[in-house]
């Protein structure tokens, strides 16, 4: 049975109890669709092996290479992870276009008996969908950004607004970074998977809500924000938080405070902004890494290097509310995410008819 995705939020209708990615491994990790688990029917050595003998020598012996590599890949499979699916089990394979990888894996779970559909055109049909969505499409609900300096506990007060029940997207967590030299996570999704992520929040949205999103540049780390978000943040009205730089240094002493574990590596961070700082500056605050003197560095940093640049890339930019908090405690936070949630309400007045 050919399964057609016509649109992202199908996928989830449709309640198959498995989806099955029986691309190789390099191709799942790049993206994959959500909830997908990888059952490659040929690794990404073999893959390579085959698409050999195809060019090189005939497609005859390629195929029947190819047959003998999925027919055991698959009999590892339902010795290993499949074991365990009952007689009713409905799953959805894909493979890149739809073709012979998913065509072979789905022909051999028919002959058990279980109701198995493929993807009609595979992989590259879903990630039509997001490109449409994300890139093609206006962006579907109004945005309201969240703005303020480094350390100014933007990520934590939408989190809070989330928890209120504001309909909030937290760019920097589906990319794995948190915006600056200081902010990686981890190794950071490839782009695509990023989109994904980003696609399935974006499904989940009430258009007729504003959203709340954490104003970034059009890269966060090493990944780029899809044009149609983009277009639609440009647009968006703004909200600033303000708060004194000795609250903001402190909090994003704890924020980063794994940097403090491994003086070497927040040395080498320092490193990478010598082409943006006097050479004198540089060797100071690595005199305060190898002191210790983490408070003073965390509050040069903010002062000299992260206020400044943020000046420059918000400036021209108009600032519909500035929230000013005295410090960054729970209650202060609290308090910031209750006058967005406030906003927000007013924000949904004023898209209602009448």
Same mark, same amino acid.
């Given at each position: 049975?050919?399964?057609?995705?016509?649109?992202?939020?199908?996928?989830?209708?449709?309640?198959?109890?498995?989806?099955?990615?029986?691309?190789?491994?390099?191709?799942?990790?790049?993206?994959?669709?959500?909830?997908?688990?990888?059952?490659?029917?040929?690794?990404?050595?073999?893959?390579?092996?085959?698409?050999?003998?195809?060019?090189?020598?005939?497609?005859?012996?390629?195929?029947?290479?190819?047959?003998?590599?999925?027919?055991?890949?698959?009999?590892?499979?339902?010795?290993?992870?499949?074991?365990?699916?009952?007689?009713?089990?409905?799953?959805?394979?894909?493979?890149?276009?739809?073709?012979?990888?998913?065509?072979?894996?789905?022909?051999?779970?028919?002959?058990?008996?279980?109701?198995?559909?493929?993807?009609?055109?595979?992989?590259?049909?879903?990630?039509?969908?997001?490109?449409?969505?994300?890139?093609?499409?206006?962006?579907?609900?109004?945005?309201?950004?969240?703005?303020?300096?480094?350390?100014?506990?933007?990520?934590?007060?939408?989190?809070?607004?989330?928890?209120?029940? !504001?309909?909030?997207?937290?760019? #920097?967590? &589906? $990319? /794995?970074?948190?915006?600056? @030299?200081?902010?990686?996570?981890? +190794?950071?999704?490839?782009?695509?998977?990023?989109?994904?992520?980003?696609?399935?929040?974006?499904?989940?949205?009430?258009?007729?809500?504003?959203?709340?999103?954490?104003?970034?540049?059009?890269?966060?780390?090493?990944?780029?924000?899809?044009?149609?978000?983009?277009?639609?943040?440009?647009?968006?009205?703004?909200?600033?938080?303000?708060?004194?730089?000795?609250?903001?240094?402190?909090?994003?002493?704890?924020?980063?405070? !794994?940097?403090?574990?491994?003086? #070497?590596? &927040? $040395? /080498?961070?320092?490193?990478? @902004?010598?082409?943006?700082?006097? +050479?004198?500056?540089?060797?100071?605050?690595?005199?305060?890494?190898?002191?210790?003197?983490?408070?003073?560095?965390?509050?040069?940093?903010?002062?000299?290097?992260?206020?400044?640049?943020?000046?420059?890339?918000?400036?021209?930019?108009?600032?519909?509310?500035?929230?000013?908090?005295?410090?960054?405690?729970?209650?202060?936070?609290?308090?910031?995410?209750?006058?967005?949630?406030?906003?927000?309400?007013?924000?949904?007045?004023?898209?209602?008819?009448?």
């Amino acid at each position: 049975m050919a399964f057609a995705l016509t649109t992202l939020q199908g996928l989830q209708d449709a309640r198959f109890d498995d989806v099955i990615d029986a691309r190789a491994p390099s191709e799942y990790a790049q993206d994959h669709l959500p909830g997908a688990i990888n059952l490659p029917v040929l690794s990404d050595a073999e893959r390579a092996e085959v698409g050999t003998i195809y060019k090189q020598q005939s497609p005859f012996d390629a195929r029947k290479l190819g047959a003998a590599l999925v027919a055991r890949n698959v009999a590892q499979h339902l010795m290993g992870p499949l074991a365990d699916r009952p007689g009713g089990w409905q799953p959805l394979i894909y493979c890149w276009r739809g073709g012979q990888r998913s065509g072979a894996f789905a022909t051999i779970l028919r002959q058990i008996g279980w109701r198995v559909a493929v993807l009609d055109g595979g992989y590259k049909s879903y990630r039509r969908l997001v490109r449409e969505m994300l890139y093609d499409a206006p962006f579907p609900a109004r945005i309201m950004l969240l703005d303020g300096g480094t350390g100014a506990a933007k990520t934590e007060i939408l989190a809070r607004v989330a928890a209120r029940g !504001g309909q909030v997207i937290d760019l #920097e967590a &589906l $990319a /794995g970074h948190r915006g600056s @030299l200081f902010g990686a996570m981890a +190794a950071q999704p490839a782009q695509k998977l990023f989109e994904t992520r980003l696609a399935q929040v974006v499904c989940t949205l009430d258009p007729a809500r504003p959203v709340l999103i954490e104003a970034e540049s059009n890269r966060i780390g090493a990944l780029r924000l899809p044009p149609s978000l983009w277009a639609a943040m440009q647009r968006a009205e703004k909200v600033r938080i303000e708060a004194p730089v000795s609250a903001r240094a402190a909090y994003s002493l704890r924020t980063y405070s !794994g940097f403090m574990d491994t003086p #070497e590596r &927040l $040395a /080498g961070v320092i490193e990478r @902004l010598r082409p943006y700082q006097p +050479a004198e500056r540089i060797a100071a605050w690595q005199a305060m890494v190898s002191a210790g003197d983490f408070a003073t560095l965390a509050r040069d940093l903010i002062t000299h290097h992260y206020d400044p640049r943020y000046q420059r890339m918000r400036r021209g930019h108009v600032t519909d509310e500035v929230i000013a908090l005295p410090d960054l405690s729970e209650k202060s936070q609290e308090m910031a995410a209750e006058r967005l949630i406030e906003r927000i309400e007013i924000g949904n007045l004023q898209v209602l008819p009448g």
